[in-house]
């Protein structure tokens, strides 16, 4: 995954889906595409690019609560 594109990472979302993940700590969001597969580790279901982190505010962290809708799907 290319960190310094909007991407993400899921299990199950097709390739080119668009989500718009929102951070539900401090509100800011983000529009990725998916382009790889993942995060395998229980309790987490996107992995973000660098960027699109950085974007949403937490790359400190690491891990945030986020909340995602499908913006547009392949």
Known sequence: MSSGNFTAAHRSLAFGTRLKVTNRHNGRSVVVRINDRGPFIRGRVL????????????????????????????
Do not use: E, F, N, P
């Open 47 to 74: 992995d973000l690019s660098r960027a699109a982190a950085q974007d949403i505010g937490m790359v400190a962290s690491g891990t945030a609560s986020v909340c995602y809708d499908v913006v547009a799907s392949k």
